[in-house]
């Protein structure tokens, strides 16, 4: 864990000059919806897929096999409109280990319900960041770098920032293919609009709260529980910030959808009136989930 902490620091003064591949990541297909006696094709589609997330080197940076960053995907085939199309939606889940620990904590959690594929049985799959001409290739790419800036984000402070150029880079590149959910305006939690809240000055509290949450809370919560969890509570009121802001923005609800759980754990045994503060701002910010952290009240 230290010498991950190490490298995220590197990699943001010099890019390293050995390569290696960053992800874990298992992409599942499910296809039950789709009525079709030939279910080879679904099958080697994920096979490639996941051969190209987990064998390609996205960074300049050098990971070992410890190090690599566990992630899933899950792609949901919902129609098949002609032969060679599919119309499908995705989930990606993201964890980020804690240290000291053997607790994985989710740091992205989100939906995408608009990912279609036109793929052809056994067809050579490939990524070039300067060509993009594929849409399939195109979104896997663009989350990979989502993925990644997460997940530097958390290990240093704004550590993601060239990763979610990266991103961002992809996604006005896809513009061109006519594609849903790289549209601005089509909805508030495409592609385009979590990649510019990501990068929008104004929303920058969001992305430092992810690193003080995770280095300087979650990483110390073992050394000293009370101490650093009335640190995080002074963190998490930066989500107030944000909701003042914009209560509808996408990093704002995709944070507290993917860690209120693991809030109101942390919280369960915290003082009443930390559970109260707590309980405050989520109320706030996300009154819709008021079913999963109601706990705090008791």
């Known amino acids: 864990m230290k010498r991950r902490i190490g490298l995220f620091i ?33 099958q080697n589609l994920q096979n490639s897929l996941n051969e190209l997330l987990n064998n390609r080197s996205w960074t300049e940076a050098k990971f070992t096999e410890t190090e690599k960053i566990d992630c899933s995907i899950t792609v949901i085939v919902n129609t098949m409109p002609s032969e060679n199309q599919f119309n499908c939606e995705m989930q990606i889940s993201l964890r980020r280990p804690v240290y000291n620990t053997s607790y994985n904590s989710p740091l992205f959690q989100f939906q995408d319900k608009n990912f279609n594929i036109n793929y052809q049985d056994m067809q050579q799959i490939e990524f070039n960041e300067n060509n993009i001409t594929d849409n399939m290739t195109a979104v896997l790419s663009f989350y990979v770098y989502v993925i990644l800036g997460y997940d530097f984000d958390s290990f240093a402070p704004m550590g993601g920032e060239a990763l979610f150029r990266k991103a961002e880079a992809i996604s006005n590149a ?37 690193y003080n949450y995770h280095r300087l809370g979650m990483d110390e919560l073992s050394k000293n529980t009370d ?3 009335a640190k995080m509570t002074t963190y998490l009121k930066k989500l107030l910030e944000v909701q003042k802001i914009d209560p509808m923005n996408v990093v704002l609800q995709v944070f507290v959808e993917t860690k209120v759980d693991e809030i109101v754990n942390i919280y369960s045994k915290a003082s009443p009136s930390e559970k109260k503060t707590i309980f405050d701002i989520l109320s706030q910010v996300a009154p819709t989930l008021s079913d999963r952290y109601s706990s705090l009240q008791k």
């Open 227 to 229: 101490e650093t969890r």
């Open 10 to 42: 590197a990699f943001l003064l010099a890019f390293s000059v050995t390569r290696a591949q960053e992800l874990n990541c298992t992409l599942t297909i499910n296809a039950n919806k789709i009525q079709t006696t030939d279910k080879a094709i679904f």
């Open 174 to 210: 896809a513009q061109s293919l006519g594609e849903a959910g790289w549209k601005a305006f089509e909805n508030d939690r495409n592609r385009h609009a979590l990649i510019t809240a990501l990068l929008n000055e104004k929303y920058k509290p969001m992305r430092e709260l992810n």
